[in-house]
């Protein structure tokens, strides 16, 4: 990013003063009584009082007040309005308040001018309730357009819009004209999305008045009635175009609203604007353009701003102070909290918003989060702050992260005990927790306990069953919030067309794509990268790539997901070229990608170029390789048969190979029948993690693949004695909208019997064109004949038979599989699309194989 420099006038100097509340009213002024008693007058002690009350020193006035009515002297109703309007000024409240009650003590009687000023008074402090008693004790004889504005503006202060409205309204009926100050809370009062259409009515009303020019907070009002009711940033921004005057709290407030809408960039850019007009930002504006610094990751132009916050004088500032530590937390190139927490510990005094953005920030760098759980111990022991529910939101998501519930059930406990167990963000973080831990029946119980669930419980609860691969619920529980009358965002599709992915389930997710269109939401970019890689993960590449081109701007994700498509499905050359496209475009690619470039050179036996890929990460795009990618050049050279090099890059690693990396070698040694570098990698594995099943399973097949059986039975004591399970071989597909799996030897389908006819009259037709099964890949010592029937009964070809007689020609046959498909299923079906004229899809765990006409997509290379 160019650097910018930014040079600001020097903010102006102000006095204030603060007011003790506890202040004894018992002590009179400096003046003493005794020597000169007589010489106090009404007008010198109302006089006294007026101008300490105008110089802002409220408690010496009402203390002066006290004087009066000790020597007999009623103070009138003048003096009792300066000092009233004095303390809406300085935001007094409580002075005012208890002035309220020496007005009803002195029994006065009351003006049009001090009740609009009681009216004002309580709408300011949130007590709209005693507002609307001293309206509606004025009557139609005291009421002017003051009093109305005042009451309109109380209303939607407080949040009752309707009656804001109405009493706009009433006003009219009235006979009264609105000024600006009415206009601005009837706006205000229709700023949000059910009474918007109102304020445009309103607005117009406003313009043949003629006020629209007259007052700053009338345009102020405007711009949020555009944005808040209708996400309308450009009208916004032409209501600030044309206001006549524009001051800082104008140019804040456009800022931040552009900042909230998500176009930092703007909001930037208006501030640079703001700063050529020569005015100074306060700590509001400051705080949103770190705002739009953190969502950019512009970290050299967030540290040019913190100079500037310096200079101005607010880097003490709670509220910016929180900004600089979010800021720097989110922009950390090197995931390291260190100029974060330098920012926190700057900051003379810590309120609960600075403990909290700090442990906040520790939680999202990723990796920190134990530094978060000891913050929140000093936060009470050491500072002695309570945490709020925004607190408890960042430490559950916490817990999550390190799969400690039991932890995040004691910190929930102490949330419970400061009763913000039913604040929806802390309850929707403990659903994120418990989905994160893989415990859902807890989930789904704080899910159920949550007094008024909104839409990020029910995403909450659905993108947990997603991820743990329960997507039956989550279409469940989706059908359960459309009847519910709440209305799904985009998280809620993204989550779904991933749970669709997850288990291959192609027509739900055309349904869900279906149900797109009609919302609107297709033209999100979330979405569409999910339905590409819906789509492509469905075995539907075509459609994938439709979505993709379609797309009005693809980022990185967008492009990864088409890649990782294209690598997966075996068309290595023209994911390639895809991220060449990509690389041509600007895209910078991050590791996802990386681990989708050097799959598909995996998948296709392109040894040179995952060579060239790899060097090229780091060196031209600045990506350090992770232990994933390792794993991936370990699987370039394993498939290949090149063992001895795999050996030699692995003990090349600038880290200890995992063991991700340990089975991968493991596996192609499988394949290549190498038992010695086998044992070798699973000792390596076995040495991380004694009770890993796979290491188990991969080196006594490899066993079994060369005949030794006594190895073999070996391993599989050892595994009983341990209690180890082999994941069982499963497959699935979707016929008439409902998932079909399939286990090996599975009678329990209705369909059972038809199925194995089928798949006998199969076994007599491939074996008629050449097929000869392959006993090699039953890894029992059985004879021969046992181990043909073996064959027969692996879940592939038994939801390859079903797929057979439930599915009419011209449409291919998806199948899903766990474990990777066995390799005399693979010629089996290569035969089965010769004698059937049909194409047939398979995913592995690895890839997808497309086979038509006895050839498949992988060419015999997985």
């Given at each position: 990013m160019m650097?910018?420099s930014l ?13 003790n509340?506890l202040?004894?009213?018992q002590e009179t002024?400096t003046?003493?009584l005794?020597p000169h008693?007589r010489?106090?007058?009404?007008e010198s002690?109302?006089?006294r ?5 105008n ?7 009402i203390?002066?007040?006290d ?9 009138d109703?003048?003096t009792y ?26 029994r ?10 009681l009216?004002?008074?309580y ?6 309730k ?11 004889s005291?009421?002017d357009l003051?009093?109305?504005s005042a009451m309109?503006?109380?209303y939607?202060?407080s949040g009752?819009?309707?009656e804001?409205?109405?009493?706009f ?11 600006e100050?009415?206009f601005?809370g009837?706006?205000r009062?229709?700023s949000?999305?059910?009474?918007a259409e109102i ?6 009303f406003l313009i043949?008045?003629g006020?629209?020019e007259?007052d700053?907070c009338v345009?102020c ?6 944005v808040?009711?209708f ?8 209501v600030?175009?044309?206001?006549p005057e524009?001051?800082?709290v ?6 931040t609203r552009?900042m909230?809408?998500?176009f930092?960039?703007?909001?930037i ?5 703001m ?7 306060d700590?509001?504006t400051f705080s ?6 953190s969502?950019l990751g512009?970290?050299?132009f967030?540290?040019?701003?913190h100079?500037?916050?310096v200079?101005n004088g607010?880097c003490?500032d709670v509220?910016?102070?929180?900004s600089l ?9 090197d ?7 330098k920012?926190f ?9 600075s403990w ?12 920190s989060?134990?530094e ?7 936060m009470?022991?050491?500072?002695k702050v309570k ?8 430490l ?5 992260n390190l799969?400690?519930?039991d932890l995040?059930e004691?910190?929930y406990?102490h949330a ?6 039913s604040?929806?963000c802390v309850g ?8 994160r831990?893989?415990?859902m029946?807890?989930a789904r119980r704080?899910?159920?306990?949550l007094?008024e669930?909104n ?6 609860l659905?993108?947990g069953?997603?991820k743990?691969?329960e997507?039956d619920e989550?279409?469940?529980?989706y059908?359960q ?5 709440a209305s ?9 067309l991933?749970?669709a992915a997850?288990i291959?389930?192609i ?8 149900r797109?269109l ?7 970019q979330?979405?569409?990268n999910?339905?590409v ?9 075509e459609?994938?790539?439709?979505v993709?081109?379609e797309?009005?701007?693809?980022n990185?994700v967008s ?11 075996g ?7 895809l ?7 600007g895209?910078?690619p991050?590791e ?7 799959s598909?050179c995996?998948h296709?036996?392109l040894?040179?170029?995952?060579w060239s890929?790899f ?11 992770r ?10 050279l394993?498939?290949?048969?090149l063992?001895?090099?795999?050996i030699?890059?692995?003990?090349s690693?600038p ?22 570098i086998g044992k070798?990698?699973?000792?390596m594995?076995?040495e991380q993690d ?12 490899l066993?079994?693949?060369?005949g030794q ?6 391993i599989?004591?050892?595994?009983k004695?341990r209690?180890?399970v082999?994941?069982?071989g499963?497959?699935w597909?979707?016929i ?6 399939f ?5 329990s389908h209705?369909?059972?019997k038809?199925i ?7 076994v007599?037709?491939?074996k008629g064109?050449?097929?000869?099964p392959d006993t ?7 004879e ?14 038994i939801?390859l038979a079903?797929?057979?007689i439930?599915?009419?020609?011209p449409?291919p046959i998806?199948?899903?599989?766990n474990?990777?498909?066995?390799g005399?299923?693979h ?5 089965v699309?010769?004698?059937t004229?049909r194409?047939?899809v398979?995913?592995d765990?690895?890839?997808f ?5 006895g ?8």
């Open positions: 650097t910018i040079s600001l006038p020097s903010p102006p100097t102000s006095s204030s003063s603060s007011v509340l202040h004894s009213r002024t003046q003493s005794k008693h010489t106090l007058t009404f002690l109302k006089d009082a007026i101008t300490q009350a110089v802002g020193r409220i408690d010496e006035a203390s002066t007040l004087l009066m009515s000790r020597s007999n002297l009623t103070p109703l003048t309005s300066v000092l009233l309007k004095s303390c809406i000024r300085t935001r007094n409240f409580k002075l005012g308040q208890l002035l309220h009650s020496k007005l009803i003590e002195s006065v009687q009351l003006d049009t001018i001090l009740l609009n000023s009216i004002s008074l709408s300011k402090c949130g007590d709209w005693k507002a609307e008693d001293i309206f509606t004790s004025m009557g139609g005291l009421r003051v009093s109305w309109i503006s109380s939607a202060h009752l819009n309707s804001g409205i109405f009493m309204i009433e006003m009219l009926e009235f006979g009264e004209l609105p000024n100050y009415c601005t009837v706006i009062a229709c949000n999305r059910e009474y304020g445009l009515v309103v607005y117009g043949k008045t006020y629209f007259s700053l345009g009002a405007l711009i949020d009635m555009f808040k009711g996400g309308d940033l450009k009208s916004a921004r032409k600030f175009d044309v206001m524009r001051n800082t104008s140019w804040t407030l456009m800022i552009f909230q809408m998500g930092e960039r703007d909001a850019e208006l501030f640079l604007d700063v050529l007009m020569g005015l100074v930002p700590r509001f949103s353009v770190l705002s739009a610094c969502e512009w970290l050299s967030g540290r040019q701003l100079s500037l916050v200079k607010l003490l509220c910016v102070g929180c530590v979010d800021m720097y937390a989110k922009c950390a190139v995931g390291s909290m260190g100029d974060s927490r920012a510990n700057q900051m003379q005094d810590h309120n609960v918003m909290t953005a700090i442990i906040t920030g520790y939680v999202q760098n990723g990796g989060d134990k978060a759980i000891e913050l929140y111990y000093r009470m022991v050491e500072g945490p709020n529910h925004f607190t408890f939101a960042g559950l998501k916490a817990c999550g799969f400690n519930p995040g004691q910190i406990n419970v005990k400061l009763g913000l167990a604040v929806n929707n973080s403990l659903i994120s927790m418990y989905t831990t893989d415990r029946e807890d704080a899910f159920e306990y007094f669930k839409l990020v419980s029910y995403n909450s659905v993108d069953y997603v743990n691969m997507a989550a279409f469940q529980l059908n919030i459309e009847n519910s009358g799904v965002d985009a998280f809620t599709f993204a989550s779904l991933s749970g997850s291959g389930a027509g739900k997710g055309e349904q869900i794509h279906a797109l009609k919302s609107g939401f297709v033209s999100t979330c979405v569409c999910a339905l890689s819906m789509y492509t993960r469905c075995g539907n590449i459609a994938g790539f439709q993709f081109n797309m009005e701007d693809q990185v492009w990864t997901a088409i890649i990782t498509g294209f690598a997966k499905h068309f290595a050359k023209r994911a390639l070229e991220f060449e496209q990509m690389l041509g475009f895209v910078k991050n996802v990608t990386y681990i989708a470039v050097l598909a995996s296709a036996g040894i040179d170029e995952g890929h060097r090229a990460m780091y060196k031209e795009h600045g990506v350090r390789p232990m994933e990618h390792y794993a991936c050049m370990v699987d370039i394993g498939r290949s048969g063992l001895d090099k795999a030699d890059f692995i003990n690693m880290f200890t190979a995992d063991a991700l990396v340990w089975r991968t070698l493991l596996s192609a040694c499988r394949v290549h029948g190498n038992t010695d070798h990698a699973a000792e594995i076995l004694p009770n890993d099943p796979a290491a188990h399973v991969l080196l006594s097949n066993y079994a693949s060369t059986w006594e190895d073999v039975a070996k599989r004591k050892g595994m004695e209690n180890l082999k994941e069982a499963c497959s597909m979707e008439g909208n409902k998932v079909h799996k286990y090996v030897g599975d009678t209705p369909e059972a038809e194995y006819e089928e798949l006998d009259e199969l007599v037709k491939i064109i050449g097929y000869v090699n890949f039953v890894l029992h010592e059985v021969e004949e046992q181990k043909e029937k073996y064959l027969f009964q692996h879940s592939e070809k939801a079903y797929g057979l439930s599915t009419g020609k449409k998806r199948i899903f599989k474990l990777r498909v066995c005399d299923c010629a089996a079906m290569k035969y699309s010769i004698a004229e194409e047939i398979v995913r765990s690895n890839r194989h497309h086979i038509k006409n050839r498949c997509s992988c060419n015999d290379y997985w």
